[in-house]
């Protein structure tokens, strides 16, 4: 443990928290992913073999309408992406090729936004991945991406 409450992982860079509600969870947001520091916090962690994925939609989440900016539903599923191809990468990195998605709710504040999803297929140098975001039982997004396996720049 950091005595901040959090703990070193093993996920690229990745802090695991060890107190609060998001306990056991995972983050890029400590500062390892500049972007997701700034939007997020997103967590990640497995269960069952699987990466799940949440957010808890704060007010810099939200648009001028009091919902989810499609924006931040769009970066979360592009995080998910990442943790749901975690496996497949095997501790490289990767960034997104291509994006693809489908808003079919709007998103409240109040309640958690989850990610889950699949590797659909595996190559060498790609990575295709279909997931879906929901709030409680109800879908807000679904979306698929390729990431490409990459060296890390130095």
Known sequence: ????????????????????PFAGWTTWS???????T????FY????????????????????GGGFIHGGCLMSFADFAL????HKALAGGHAVTMTFNSEFIDAGAPGEWVEAQGEVVRETRSV???????????????????????????E
């Open 1 to 20: 443990m950091n005595g901040d409450g959090t703990s070193q992982t093993t996920w690229s860079g990745g802090v695991t928290l060890t107190e609060g």
């Open 30 to 36: 400590g500062g390892s992913d500049p972007y997701e």
């Open 38 to 41: 700034l939007i997020g916090p």
């Open 44 to 63: 990640f962690r497995q269960e069952d073999g699987r990466a799940r994925c949440v957010f808890e939609p704060l007010r810099h989440h939200l648009n």
């Open 82 to 85: 990442f943790a749901i191809a």
């Open 127 to 153: 990575i295709f991945v279909r997931g879906t975001l929901t709030q409680a039982t109800r879908p807000l997004l679904s979306f698929s991406g390729t990431l490409k396996k990459i060296a890390r720049r």
